[in-house]
């Protein structure tokens, strides 16, 4: 513990950070089944314990369990008024080969029916039905360098309980402020030895960016820093744009720019087509802002600036193509949020592009209180008409 916590990647928690990060693992968290399957109620420490027991028995090898994200960063500061949605449990596990990720999946699947009520007869209940019925999502990778897979549990509100299971990952963070994954194995063990009192072990964090004062004065104040975004799938461009949304400022204002074109590529290379550019961005939008849907359209349009400023692997065409993508899905949700204007009226009548195939475009129409788009550049299917004199 002493050669850990004088590594500048970690540090000793607190005990408030212990307390808070003790909520956490406590506090229950639904479960929400599709039709008829009932909510189930379960605190994180059961499930990891319950899926780490069982991973054992199955012969497959736990290193060490994590808490990752932006739970980890709720733990580690309060006080700058982050909030955290997704749990993200890291299991750091053996994968040899492809047939282990069957054995963790039939492992979690597993775990939730024991999660069931008691009322519920499971004699009929399969592990497909189980996952048709609470997971959102299922991932898994098994290449050269990254081996690992990810079972996402549904929460109606977005507070995903995340499973992630990880034998080898080459990027484990995006920026600094999402870096921190704080090990969980001894407050694990403290709750089998005394489930009623606050664990007073000592707790580490550790930060995968690698200076951890550093990254912790980023989360305090709100500030944006990474390395070698072209490393990460998508470049971090849209993670980037959400931090923005929230009042994070860039760490350093000459570097920025530069950092900004390297997203922008990266999105580009992993995304080359608008179809996709705009499935992963309504994906983001799904996942990131349950509850928060007026800061939607702000979200979308400083994207929308971050592309048009620092995008220099496009074609013109393309360019703005993807450019009045996100304008439409900007003015498709403040349809959504059925937007009444009472000030300066700015009527937005559009026909779609032709690459846009949700027919929920056509014919739209809007009316809000700002000339939100009166900047737009390139006025393609879009025509403004406005009572400013």
């Known amino acids: 513990m002493t050669e850990l916590s004088t590594d500048r990647r970690f540090h000793n928690l607190t005990r408030e950070q212990i307390y808070t990060l003790d909520q956490v693992l406590t506090e229950v968290i639904p479960i929400h089944g599709r039709g008829n399957f009932p909510t189930l109620e379960v605190k994180p420490k059961d499930i990891i314990h319950a899926v780490r027991n069982m991973l054992t028995e199955k012969q497959i090898k736990v290193r060490d369990v994590r808490l990752n994200g932006s739970t980890a960063s709720h733990v580690l500061v309060k006080e700058n008024g982050t909030s955290y949605k997704d749990l993200d449990i890291i299991f750091g596990v053996e994968i040899s080969k492809q047939e282990d990720f069957q054995i963790i999946k ?22 497909l039905t189980m996952k048709e ?9 098994f290449t050269e360098h990254d081996r690992w897979s ?14 992630k299971f990880v034998n080898s990952l080459r990027r484990q963070f995006e920026f600094s402020v999402d870096s921190f994954q704080i090990i969980l ?32 004065d ?37 570097e920025i720019k530069t950092l900004e074109r390297y997203m922008c590529s990266r999105f580009f290379i992993d995304f080359p087509d608008v179809n996709e550019q705009q499935r992963k961005i309504e994906s983001y939008l799904r996942n990131h802002f349950i509850g928060e849907e007026k800061s939607k359209y702000d979200y979308l349009m400083t994207l929308r600036r971050v592309v048009n400023e620092s995008t220099v ?31 300066t009226n700015v009527t937005c009548y559009y026909q779609p592009a032709p690459y846009m195939t949700d027919h929920n475009f056509s014919n739209y129409y809007i009316s809000h209180s700002q000339p939100p788009l009166i900047y737009h550049p390139y006025p393609l299917h879009l025509h403004i008409e406005t009572g400013l004199v």
């Open 106 to 127: 039939e492992v979690v699947l597993g775990c939730l029916m024991d999660f069931l009520p008691q009322r519920v007869n499971k004699d009929k209940i399969t592990p």
């Open 133 to 141: 019925a609470y997971v959102q999502k299922m991932v898994k990778v």
């Open 150 to 163: 990810l079972i996402s549990l549904s929460n109606n509100s977005g507070k995903n309980v995340e499973l």
């Open 185 to 216: 194995d001894s407050i694990l063990e403290s709750y089998l030895e005394s489930p009623i009192n606050t664990p007073q072990d000592k707790l580490v964090a550790e930060s995968m960016y690698g200076d951890f004062e550093q990254a912790m």
């Open 218 to 254: 980023h989360l305090r104040y709100r500030l944006i820093a990474t390395r070698n975004p072209e490393e990460i799938r998508g470049g971090g461009l849209l993670k980037y744009s959400n931090l923005l949304v929230r009042d994070f400022k860039p760490a350093s204002e000459t």
């Open 313 to 343: 692997c496009l074609m013109g065409h393309e360019r703005r193509q993807t450019l009045n993508m996100i304008t439409i899905l900007a003015l498709k949700v403040l349809g959504e949020q059925n937007i009444i204007p009472n000030t």
